[in-house]
């Protein structure tokens, strides 16, 4: 078996290669990748394999490669504010890292399957919440998930901007997957042994394009077998958000501008260079089978007249070389969480000050 890209060692180095070989391809993503650890959704033992670019199942616990979640995410060309449904949502992380991108008047919605996992993802969701100093560099939209089978959602539920679906799509359920969207939306799915992405330009009118090779483990039929009655999935209710809350958004908004400026001043009206590394050679190759997994497979990119000018066998980084630097140099400066540390410093009562920083234990 093998990836995609080369392992890293950890989650920034993964992001750097998913980067190098062309997966991660705008800055909302990249952001979005590097603010949520993958490992922080890896069950303990497990976590040595968290920055390989592989599939992992456990029980009903599954996480897709990183360089397929990388080109869905880009392929939903994901803005603030837009409604996104996540169906087989999982441990949440994919839901997790879109609501960076989405923000504070987005909406967010996952369906699942397996009531454990959704225990599960609600863990993880809280642990990041609670934990994470990349948090505080975005406001979140939170998802929220429900449980029940994607293919029994309720008809009376609102279309969505962009929806992702992370299990094989058969051909007979690709019009209950379209009725999903808005005119404008973007639906992203595996469709007979293809990542595909289709837009709706109308309300009977769509554009599909083919994006990667996959195979993924199909969808679950519903089972009526009990009752002989479907039970309709009923999605979370677009809700409105309290004057308090917004309030909250607001100032947080206010104090990251604050911070923001008092940087530029300190570093005469442009901030300093960050530290340069000398970069590894890296070895970009067109795959054809790099991924099997318990049912998962990443197979090859689908062909595109910018593969054929660039299929080269190993390339060496064409960046200019970075001058060497003693290993102890190579260690940036631990991240400090600048919105915390000022809220913190406000002339405030510390019941509103922990509301500013959502209760976070950090």
């Not at 279309?159 to 209950?176: F, I, L, P, S, T």
């Not at 080269?312 to 969480?337: A, F, G, H, W, Y």
Request: negative net charge; proline residues 6%.
């Amino acid at each position: 078996m093998g990836g995609a890209v080369s392992a890293g060692e950890d989650n920034d180095e993964l992001i750097d290669n998913l980067k190098e070989a062309q997966y991660i391809r705008t800055e909302l993503v990249e952001q979005a990748f590097r603010a949520i650890d993958r490992a922080d959704y890896y069950l303990e033992e497990f976590k040595d394999n968290a920055y390989k670019d592989l599939a992992w199942k456990h029980g009903n616990i599954h996480l897709s490669a990183p360089c397929i979640y990388s080109e869905v995410m880009e392929a939903l060309d994901l803005q603030p504010g837009l409604s996104f449904l996540n169906l087989g949502s999982g441990t949440g992380y994919l839901s997790s890292m879109v609501g960076l991108i989405l923000g504070p008047f987005g909406v967010n919605h996952g369906v699942e399957l397996h009531s454990d996992v959704i225990e599960y993802a609600k863990q993880k969701l809280d642990f990041f919440i609670k934990t994470s100093d990349s948090f505080d560099k975005f406001e979140f939209c939170e998802p929220s998930f429900v449980i029940g089978n994607c293919l029994e959602i309720s008809p009376d539920c609102t279309q969505y901007d962009r929806v992702y679906c992370g299990a094989g799509v058969q051909k007979e359920h690709e019009d209950y997957m379209k009725n999903l969207l808005k005119v404008g939306g973007i639906l992203v799915m595996p469709l007979e042994e293809k990542l595909t992405k289709i837009t709706r330009t109308g309300p009977s009118a769509w554009e599909t394009k083919k994006i990667l090779a996959v195979s993924f483990a199909p969808l679950i039929q519903p089972n009526h077998a009990d009752s002989g009655k479907s039970r309709l999935v009923h999605l979370p209710p677009v809700a409105v958000r309290s004057l308090q809350d917004l309030a909250r958004i607001a100032i947080r908004g206010t104090i990251k501008k604050i911070i923001h400026q008092e940087a530029l001043g300190r570093a005469g009206n442009g901030l300093k260079n960050p530290p340069r590394f000398k970069r590894r050679r890296v070895r970009r190759r067109r795959m054809e089978t790099i991924v099997f997994l318990d049912k998962e497979v990443f197979a090859s990119r689908i062909s595109s007249p910018s593969d054929d000018n660039n299929n080269c066998e190993d390339l060496e980084d064409e960046r200019p070389e970075e001058e060497e630097t003693k290993p102890s140099e190579l260690k940036p400066d631990p991240p400090v969480n600048f919105l915390r540390e000022k809220v913190l410093s406000l002339p405030l009562p510390d019941p509103l000050k922990y509301y500013l920083l959502y209760y976070r234990e950090k």
